[in-house]
């Protein structure tokens, strides 16, 4: 979003910001006299009451400053554009809950928001950084093709810097007291359940014990580890599984991984695939996640197909810790990441958008 802002004012525009939080540094005023911040948290009993009464204050402004454009990262009504970053609401609801939930006023709420961006009689264009929901919108709402606008994924350049490869390794062993031999897989992202690292948990528990003895898994990310360290514990992994807070140094321990692994059980994207690829970081991917196709493009590990079947998995876990292809796995991705970069230089989400906006004034 941040990144956004600024490459809209590099062109000249104003950005106005509203938020019911803000974590982290804002920009200086200095620097970025043109993007104002609005904080704007509300109380309420249910996460969609304080949603609702959001909308309801940003819009009370929004309108009466008269924007020209109105961009939103969560769904709402009012929206001339919408990022389209998380997976169909109403889709899970009917694939993974029961009918009871469906009835459920927080059910209707997220629908209703849903619906206001991706019905066929909606005027939203919705920016997506993955194609891999579009039919289930399409599916439940009608929305049209050409409402529907790709973005390539980004990566930034600076933050995957290639680094010294032993140096590297020895930075993520001495980050969490492994030894040098160690081999190290490694799980990114908050929210732990969702990204299936009890399937890594299990996965590694099935290693033969000559293998398991010096295999770690090192899992990232915010989210209470409790359930997952008790797992361990009970499978006698307590020593093999260390699961820490995020950490600002996630491309340099990719770097020092042998093997990057995410088998999530359902991700719209999955930005960490990409992450490693650029990384050269071996992957074991579930093609549940968006971006599970480019680990098979760039043949840069192994894309577990679906149904997830956890013994199959525990095969091809074993087969990224014993492979003989991982040097050329790395380099297949490192070079399939070099052009996803070239694709993306930051600025495709404001180029799209100022088209956009042009377009409405031409209206």
């Known amino acids: 979003m941040l990144r956004t802002a600024h490459e ?13 939080s803000w974590d982290g540094d804002q920009p200086e005023q200095k620097s970025s006299p043109t993007i104002t911040i609005h904080v704007l948290p509300q109380t309420g009993w249910f996460n969609y009451q304080r949603y609702q009464k959001f909308i309801d204050t940003s819009f009370a402004q929004i309108n009466a400053d008269q924007f020209d454009y109105i961009f939103g990262y969560n769904r709402m009504a009012g929206l001339d554009a919408h ?24 059910f209707k709420w997220f629908v ?11 005027k939203t264009e919705v920016l997506a950084v993955s194609l891999a929901e579009k039919s289930h919108f399409q599916r439940w709402y009608g929305i049209q093709d050409e409402r529907y606008h790709y973005i ?4 930034s350049p600076e933050r995957f810097l290639l680094q010294d490869k032993q140096s590297m390794r020895k930075h993520l062993r001495e980050s969490f007291g492994f030894g ?12 732990f359940a969702m990204k299936g690292l009890d399937r890594a948990i299990l996965a590694l528990a099935a290693l033969p014990e000559h293998l398991r003895v ?23 992994l307590e020593k093999n599984v260390l699961i820490s807070k995020g950490r600002p140094d996630i491309p340099q321990l990719m770097q020092g991984a042998e093997v990057c692994v995410h088998p999530a059980y359902r991700e719209n994207t999955g930005l960490v695939i990409l992450e ?7 992957t074991l991917v579930t093609a549940s996640c968006g971006y599970a196709h480019h680990v098979a493009d760039a043949n840069a590990g192994i894309v577990h197909a679906l149904p997830f079947d956890q013994a199959l998995f525990n095969q091809q876990f074993l087969e990224m810790r014993q492979s003989d292809k991982k040097p050329q796995w790395s380099a297949n991705g490192i070079s399939y990441a070099k052009n996803i970069m070239l694709a993306n230089d930051g600025s495709a989400e404001a180029n799209i958008l100022i088209d956009l906006a042009e377009r409405k004034q031409q209206l």
């Open 8 to 20: 809209l004012v590099k062109r000249g525009h104003d950005v106005e910001i509203f938020t019911m």
């Open 83 to 106: 990022f389209a970053a998380d997976p169909c609401f109403i889709e899970r609801a009917h694939q993974q809950r029961n009918f009871l939930y469906r009835l459920t006023p927080r």
């Open 112 to 122: 209703a928001c849903e619906k206001a961006i991706f019905s066929a009689d909606s």
């Open 152 to 155: 390539p994924p980004f990566l």
């Open 180 to 191: 040098e031999g160690d081999f190290v897989y490694l799980l990114t992202g908050s929210g």
């Open 214 to 236: 010096t295999t770690r898994l090192v899992a990232v990310g915010q989210d209470n580890p409790k359930e997952f360290s008790q797992m361990a514990k009970k499978l006698g």
């Open 276 to 282: 490693a690829l650029a990384c050269g970081a071996p």
